[in-house]
């Protein structure tokens, strides 16, 4: 027929619930109601926020541990002293006493060097940094090596035995300090070393006569 204007087979509805019951999920491209099936529920689990991190607040420090460490730094400064000192007199002695003077002053600038590094272990056991240079380990110390120059072993020899009792003093500081801190330990490695330094002090006082 011509002239009849053109209508859709059904009737479009609002998007509601349908007649059946059923809800209306979506609609075709020709405007018609399309009743999709009910889909099961799939339950979503809720998003667990994860929670602040916790900051450990750093404790404080331990005085006694900090006594410890200040005492281990001037025993390293006193240490470096004297070694510098042995080895410049090793390097420097001159006349007929050259050869026993120079090797024993090799011993003892070695002895002296390798007692540190336990000392600056004891350092980093205990919380703290060791000194980073030669500047910074005579830093903490009370005297600075003598400038030994000429040959002759009377001044090297008396410098030498101003090193030796001032390591000694800070040896027995550093134990005390250790046994206040509980570092038995360090306590025996300071009663060794105080040992071999009573040894160089009798070897240097009886070089001197």
């Not at 903490?140 to 035995?161: F, H, V």
Request: charge should be neutral.
């Amino acid at each position: 027929m011509v002239g009849k204007p053109f209508k859709p087979p059904f009737r479009p509805i609002s998007i509601q619930r349908g007649t059946i019951g059923k809800p209306i999920r979506k609609m075709s491209d020709l405007g018609r109601a399309v009743l999709l099936q009910d889909e099961p529920v799939v339950a979503v689990p809720p998003i667990a926020v994860p929670a602040a991190p916790v900051i450990a607040t750093p404790a404080p420090p331990n005085p006694a541990e900090v006594r410890l460490v200040a005492a281990l730094r001037r025993l390293i400064a006193q240490c470096f002293t004297m070694y510098l000192t042995a080895h410049a007199a090793h390097w420097n002695i001159e006349g007929k006493v050259f050869p026993s003077f120079h090797e024993f002053f090799g011993g003892l600038y070695g002895d002296v060097f390798g007692c540190i590094d336990p000392f600056a272990e004891a350092i980093r056991q205990h919380g703290a940094y060791a000194p980073t240079s030669f500047a910074e380990a005579l830093a903490a110390g009370t005297a600075t090596p003598s400038t030994l120059t000429g040959g002759d072993p009377a001044p090297m020899i008396a410098a030498l035995l101003s090193a030796n009792t001032a390591v000694m003093d800070a040896l027995k500081d550093t134990k005390l300090a250790a046994v206040s801190a509980d570092d038995s330990g360090l306590a025996n490695t300071c009663d060794d070393r105080l040992a071999a330094h009573l040894r160089h002090d009798w070897m240097l006082k009886s070089m001197a006569k």
